[in-house]
C-alpha cells in the first residue's frame, strides 16, 4: 500500500512538471496545486479534516478546478466553504480555455474580472495577463490573480 502511495504521489509530481514545462505557471505565494498536496497538509487546510482529505486524494488527479470543486461539494462542503478553502487550494486554469465557471472558482473574481480575463484571449504568456489585467488591480492582487492561472506555451 505504502509502494503503491508513493508511486501515485511520483506520478504526480510528474504531471506537475510536465505541464509546468509546457506552460507558464503562476507563482504560487498562497495557493498550492490539488495535485500535489500531500495528505497530511490537506488535512490542515480550512473546512478540511483526515476523512476528506482521504476522500479528495482518492478522486486525484484533478483535470479541472470543477472537478476539484465536484469532489469537494459531494463530500459535503457548502458553496462557501469550498471558496474558503481556494484561497489555499486549488487546480491551476488554463487563461485561453477556462469556463465561466472555472474562473469564477477563483475567490474573489466576479463577473467583470471574468469579462475582463476572456477579453484579452488568447493569451500567449502571462507577461500579457500581467499587463492587461494590472490595469484594472493593484500589483498585490495581480500576483494572487497569477497563482490561480497558466498559460500554455505556444509551438
Not at 56 to 83: C, H, I, M, N, Y
Not at 140 to 145: G, H, N
Amino acid at each position: 500500500m505504502k509502494q503503491i502511495a508513493t508511486t501515485l504521489v511520483l506520478a504526480l509530481v510528474v504531471i506537475g512538471l510536465a505541464r509546468a514545462a509546457h506552460a507558464q505557471v503562476g507563482k504560487p505565494v498562497t495557493i498550492t496545486d490539488a495535485n500535489l498536496i500531500a495528505e497530511a497538509d490537506l488535512a490542515k487546510l480550512p473546512h478540511m479534516n483526515a476523512m476528506l482529505a482521504k476522500t479528495a486524494l482518492a478522486k486525484r488527479p484533478f483535470k479541472t478546478v470543477k472537478d476539484l470543486d465536484s469532489t469537494l461539494a459531494a463530500a459535503g462542503l457548502t458553496k462557501e466553504q469550498r471558496t474558503d478553502l481556494y484561497a489555499k487550494l486549488f487546480v491551476p486554469i488554463n487563461l485561453n480555455t477556462a469556463t465561466d465557471e472555472e474562473i469564477l472558482l477563483i475567490p474573489g473574481v466576479g463577473n467583470r474580472m471574468l469579462r475582463e480575463f476572456k477579453e484579452y484571449r488568447p493569451y500567449t504568456a502571462l507577461a500579457q495577463f500581467h499587463r492587461e489585467i494590472g490595469k484594472y488591480v493593484d500589483d498585490k492582487e495581480l500576483a494572487r490573480l497569477e497563482q490561480y492561472v497558466f498559460v500554455p506555451v505556444q509551438k
